[in-house]
């Protein structure tokens, strides 16, 4: 094996250690120390309203299901406002199946940036297995507030109304039900690293932010008639979200995967569009939805001092 091959697979092993430690809740520590449903078929269609504005996706009024991939915008953007179904708080289920969805996203870009795709399969994979516990655990009852005076609606009488959340009052039904459990049952450190939902989440919070300003500039017209390259795109968003949560070794290393991110027209395949302006006006909903289910996250991970968790 020759020097560059070797060199070449040295940095291909480092990258998949730094992808498992990508997300991971020690990642600083490490270092330091050492909607509701879709139909598939032959022909896949879902309405969007205009309600994203001026700058949403007036023009496409329909996504088709894009036949021979893996992802699908359209399964994306079902969970994501199924997640958003509550008043103020975000439902788990579908959330976890954005980030599915999400993973199939990343792991389509190319081996490199798919690395990061299996740290986030395992942090979802922890909630869930904490939401089927808490089912089959009669101690892993809902603590805190009554989640009726969250999500409940005031009518022009000044009643609540709790329909929705009348039906659901599990443990790990939502953002903020898993947040009450959580800290009702002491199971949040707020000095050191446990593998609680709420730390997980955290971890999940961070890139979803990520992605969603890398698909955000990814929606963005030319500058100066010129369109910057996906690469240049995702290091930048890179730069203004996740990096800040990693050490220099780390930041090195991620903007070393971007570099083998695919070209531009690769998106254009992705989701079945034909130009950039088509991109962008589906990103552009795409990136709305994302925004709604972050915003309700991080005010529930802000109310409760939970932005910073080891």
Not at 135 to 144: K, Q, R, S, T
Not at 166 to 187: D, F, N, P
Not at 199 to 210: D, K, S, V
Request: proline share 3%; aromatic share 8%.
């Amino acid at each position: 094996m020759g020097v560059k091959s070797k060199a070449a697979a040295a940095i291909l092993v480092l990258l998949l250690f730094l992808g498992s430690l990508w997300l991971h809740g020690s990642l600083d520590y490490h270092w330091d120390s050492c909607l509701k449903g879709y139909n598939q078929g032959n022909t896949l269609h879902h309405q969007l309203d205009n309600s994203s504005g001026a700058d949403g996706a007036e023009g496409l009024q329909v996504i088709v299901g894009c036949p021979g991939q893996t992802f699908q915008v359209s399964m994306l953007l079902s969970h994501l406002q199924a997640a958003s179904e509550l008043t103020s708080d975000i439902l788990l289920q579908p959330y976890l199946s954005s980030w599915d969805e999400l993973v199939r996203f990343m792991e389509a870009l190319g081996p490199m940036v798919g690395l990061i795709s299996n740290e986030i399969e395992t942090k979802t994979s922890i909630i869930r297995q904490l939401a089927l516990l808490a089912e089959v655990d009669p101690e892993a009852e809902l603590v805190g507030p009554d989640i009726h005076s969250i999500n409940g609606e005031v009518t022009e009488t000044g009643e609540k109304t709790d329909k929705e959340a009348s039906q659901h009052t599990g443990a790990y039904h939502s953002v903020r039900t898993m947040i009450w459990t959580e800290l009702g049952r002491e199971e949040v450190n707020f000095h050191h690293q446990t593998d609680s939902g709420c730390r997980t989440l955290l971890r999940l919070h961070r890139a979803l932010l990520w992605l969603k300003v890398f698909l955000e500039k990814l929606s963005e017209t030319p500058v100066a008639g010129r369109l910057r390259s996906p690469s240049e795109l995702c290091r930048e968003a890179y730069r203004g979200t996740l990096a800040h949560h990693h050490t220099w070794f780390v930041r090195k290393a991620a903007e070393l995967a971007f570099i083998a991110m695919p070209e531009r027209t690769f998106f254009f395949r992705l989701v079945c569009v034909q130009n950039q302006e088509e991109l962008s006006m589906l990103l552009k909903r795409v990136v709305q939805s994302l925004g709604e289910v972050y915003d309700r996250t991080q005010s529930a991970l802000e109310e409760n001092g939970m932005l910073d968790l080891p």
